[in-house]
């Protein structure tokens, strides 16, 4: 049999036929269905059949009457041999497209359709049914979205992808807790209740720690994201006067005990739990009234193989804790302090997950004020001691339960050697040492802790020794070590956005999270929303004065990097966190001169947290601090700042980055102000250094550029009206950077330069004799980027003039191209090499008749030829010689054609 040849059918040539739908249609469902399998017999022209098919249908109104088709394909989708699937699935796509406005009735019929071939073996069909639930219907449509459940746990990973975004979670993971989308989720209560019709013995009661899960792990964990998703956009009324077993949350509850089933996942069981500590801070006593009688259970998971499960566990413990009698929830506190005996010691699971109930719970119970003051000293006894005789893991969960219990009063001394003395006075020496530690987690557990246990601290001896411990690790390295130390001094400090039943009750995790300052442009929180302080305004205000003459006196200013880093962090956490407090307002001016000083830190991590920190100074600012503020960066990136406060320079200063300027003749390192002396001195060279300093400053230089890059980008969103007065002086420099030979400031002023022009071409234009000229001028510059940037923005910017824009600087141009191409630097004599072909061609462009007006071309012949007779051809740069030459050969081949038209015709 002779095998046809393929021919492909444009599918706008399809659109010509239209008319003739129903009549192709019927004829090409009996072919296909006519009793014998296609693939057995033609398989070329079946693929080119259900090609046609879907199609024809793509374009058909009347197919979305009845599902007749749609069944029809995804049967065949099942029947047919694997080679035809492809093509049939194809079909199936355009198909879809059909029934997007078909009735209530037909997408009724597609549900089950869907819902039938989800989870059927062939991969196809299963595609299908996911693509046709995400295309169909919207996402308040409870059926397509628990058809995009099932299909989340599928074994393709492109069918799992389709369904997470048919659900919204496929980039949750990247997405921060404090950013919000508004999406139209399903109410809770019809999405619920779709699930309960579809796997009934939900209903049942289950035994989690044996109980079957009713779902694959992944299908649960996409449902419970899924619901809190809903949960959190569903106005849930008050469920005081109704059957709590009834409500919307009890179902959610349920749910949420089922996926704790023993064969599920340890991912799935801690966001079940977290899910429930979620819950009960929209529903405190609907939760807590439901687990208090759940206590066991709860105490069962404590020893669970996951961290963030047990913690989940031990904090939904002491939520549940505050709807117990107090006889009740003092016997629980009991029970669990008698468990963690240290002269028996238990798997650490276990010891873990007792260490944090008993910090919850006993937080708990201080703030239903029904604890004995004698039992909470017996509590922090008992976690004192684990801090001293423990590791560091288990040493710096104690100290977060003692800051939990610090949240709730200030922490009661305990007796050491027959006398009293503060926890912290006598745990000094052991987190000195722990401190010292590398273990990350612990040491940031352990820092938070202690701004937790100043929270209601009295004495300003204690929040001294808190403060010690904090900024002894003034030199780490360990960013997220810094970022845990601003945080507890902004707790030190007061006025933080959050509350201690913010801390304790829902899933806190950090201020950064929380508030979302350190990773993007969330606005500030309200004062409304901030903590209340300690009652001991003395010892706090001590306490503030102690970390303001820290932070300006020592670390600020240090000459060590380190020391400037963890100094920018702190003071950025302080202006973030405690940014309305009245102290930190009347700093203001010396928070941004800190912030003017430090963006151009040698550091990238204090480049881009001064930044960040000046955009908050700016938000916090009056109109007077925001005009300086604003002048300051603008002076900055045009090189007119003000001379920065001086640093004294220690031997072991690192003045460059190690490997910036070489080594040594001997090999050794050349990065320090000690190293640097000596290797003048063995020149016999003193006054080398003050070239060695010459050279650190304008490094710094370029820093400061693209530091103050950073907080230019993050102000200028809010300066508005502002900048305009600016943008003269800001344009050209702009532009000229954009060209930068270091691409980070490149991408720092191009972002820029895209924030405050909306139109860039018009903006050149407007600031074309102002740019050219700034570029002239720094074509000549001592600093060979500068000199480089500026031919490679020349080259750029001249590009399809006219003669009009470029007939005052075409002699300069030229003679820049011409000192750029004889450049000591050979990226600069590149850039000139560019530059001498775009200024060649606009040349040869303005002096072509049939392209510029006789007038303009006989100008441009007069300023250019003579210039490139003498300056060019006599030249003793070889390469300015023959460009000129080649120039000049081809002005006049022009002239000649020219004349010979004008002679012709």
Not at 236 to 259: F, G, N, R, T, Y
Not at 758 to 770: L, N, Q, T
Not at 847 to 869: G, H, Q, R, W, Y
Request: aromatic fraction near 8%; glycine fraction near 4%; include cysteine.
């Amino acid at each position: 049999m002779v095998r046809p040849v393929q021919k492909q059918i444009p599918l706008l040539e399809m659109s010509k036929y239209l008319h003739t739908r129903p009549l192709v249609c019927s004829p090409l469902v009996c072919l296909i269905y006519s009793g014998m399998p296609l693939s057995y017999t033609f398989t070329f022209s079946a693929h080119i059949l259900f090609l046609l098919w879907g199609m024809i249908y793509y374009f058909c109104e009347h197919c979305s009457n009845k599902t007749e088709m749609a069944i029809r394909l995804f049967t065949a989708l099942r029947l047919e041999d694997q080679s035809l699937r492809l093509t049939i699935q194809e079909a199936a796509t355009s198909l879809a497209t059909a029934y997007k406005g078909a009735s209530i009735v037909v997408r009724k019929d597609l549900e089950a359709l869907l819902l039938e071939n989800c989870q059927v073996e062939q991969i196809e069909v299963r595609f299908s049914a996911v693509r046709w639930s995400t295309t169909l219907y919207d996402m308040q449509h409870c059926p397509s979205r628990y058809i995009c459940m099932l299909g989340a746990s599928d074994v393709k990973l492109d069918i799992r992808e389709m369904a997470l975004t048919g659900l919204n979670l496929l980039n949750d993971e990247r997405q921060s807790p404090a950013i919000t989308v508004d999406f139209n989720y399903p109410d809770i209560v019809e999405m619920l209740n779709y699930i309960y019709s579809q796997q009934p013995k939900l209903l049942e009661s289950n035994d989690q720690s044996d109980g079957k899960l009713l779902f694959p792990s992944k299908t649960f964990l996409a449902m419970i994201k899924f619901l809190m998703k809903c949960f959190e956009a569903s106005d849930i009324p008050d469920l005081s006067q109704e059957d709590p077993s009834h409500s919307p949350v009890a179902k959610m509850c349920v749910v949420l005990e089922h996926a704790m089933s023993y064969e599920g996942s340890s991912e799935l069981h801690a966001l079940a739990l977290k899910s429930l500590v979620d819950i009960s801070s929209r529903q405190p006593k609907l939760v807590s009234s439901r687990y208090a009688n759940r206590l066991h259970w709860l105490r069962t998971l404590l020893s669970h193989v996951d961290s963030d499960a047990r913690e989940a566990a031990a904090r939904l413990l002491g939520i549940a804790s505050s709807a117990l009698s107090s006889s009740a929830a003092l016997s629980l506190l009991s029970e669990l302090t008698s468990a963690l005996d240290p002269n028996h010691p238990s798997r650490f699971e276990i010891y873990h997950g007792l260490l944090c109930a008993i910090g919850y719970v006993t937080a708990c119970c201080l703030k239903e004020s029904y604890i004995p003051e004698e039992l909470v000293q017996k509590v922090v006894d008992i976690l004192v001691k684990v801090v001293e005789s423990e590791g560091s893991t288990l040493a710096s969960i104690a100290m977060e339960s003692l800051g939990h219990i610090g949240l709730r009063c200030a922490l009661p001394s305990i007796s050491r050697n027959s006398s009293a003395a503060g926890v912290l006075t006598v745990l000094h020496e052991r987190l000195t040492k722990l401190l010292s530690e590398n273990d990350t987690k612990a040491i940031q557990k352990i820092l938070v802790s202690l701004g937790h246990i100043s929270w209601n601290e009295l004495s300003f001896s204690h929040l001294k020794i808190a403060l010690d411990l904090i900024f002894s690790l003034a030199r780490s390295k360990v960013e997220d070590v810094l970022f845990a130390s601003g945080e507890a001094l902004s707790f030190i400090w007061g006025e933080v956005p959050v509350t201690a039943d913010v801390i304790l009750e829902t899933n806190f995790v950090s201020l950064s999270q929380a508030t979302n300052f350190l990773t993007g442009d969330a606005p500030l929180l309200d004062s409304r929303n901030f903590g209340k302080r300690s009652s001991c305004e003395e010892a706090r205000t001590t306490a503030q004065e102690e970390i303001i003459n820290k932070l300006f006196d020592t670390l600020i200013y240090s000459s060590r990097k380190e020391e400037r880093c963890a100094g920018t962090v702190c003071l950025v956490s302080l202006t973030m966190y405690c940014g309305r407090h009245p102290k930190i307002l009347e700093l203001l001016p010396q928070i941004q001169e800190a912030f003017s000083h430090l963006i151009g830190d040698s550091n990238e991590l204090t480049q881009d947290l001064a930044s960040q920190g000046m955009s908050i100074v700016y938000e916090l600012g009056d109109a007077s601090m925001k005009g300086q503020l604003v002048h300051a960066l603008v002076n900055t990136l045009t090189g007119a700042a003000k001379k920065k406060k001086a640093i004294k320079l220690m031997e072991d200063s690192e003045v460059f980055q190690e490997g910036t300027i070489g080594s040594n003749p001997a090999g050794g390192k050349l990065s320090t102000y000690k190293e640097l002396c000596s290797l003048a001195n063995e020149m016999g060279q003193p006054d080398l250094i003050y070239k060695f300093m010459d050279l650190a400053n304008y490094q710094a230089a370029l820093n400061s550029k693209r530091g103050a890059a950073f907080g230019f980008s993050k102000i200028a969103k809010q300066a508005g009206e502002a900048l305009q007065p600016h943008l003269h002086t800001l344009i050209p420099r702009l532009v000229r950077y954009q060209y930068d030979p270091d691409k980070n400031i490149q991408d720092s002023m191009g972002h820029i330069w895209k924030l405050i022009v909306s139109d860039p071409k018009k903006a050149i234009d407007e600031h074309y004799d102002v740019i050219v000229e700034d570029l002239l001028v720094q074509s000549g510059s001592r600093l060979w980027r500068s000199r480089e940037a500026s031919c490679l923005a020349l080259a750029d910017i001249i590009q399809g003039r006219r003669y009009s824009q470029v007939s005052k600087h075409l002699i300069k141009i030229w003679t820049t191209t011409f000192r750029a191409m004889d450049d000591i630097k050979e990226t600069v004599r590149n850039a000139g090499d560019s530059l001498c072909r775009a200024v060649s061609s606009l040349t040869v462009r303005l002096c072509d008749v049939s392209l510029t007006t006789a007038s303009d071309a006989k100008e441009t012949m007069n300023i250019v030829l003579p210039f490139l007779l003498s300056e060019g051809i006599l030249s003793k740069v070889a390469s300015v010689q023959k460009a000129s030459i080649n120039l000049v050969m081809k002005l006049a081949k022009s002239y000649i054609l020219d004349r010979w038209r004008k002679n012709c015709y």
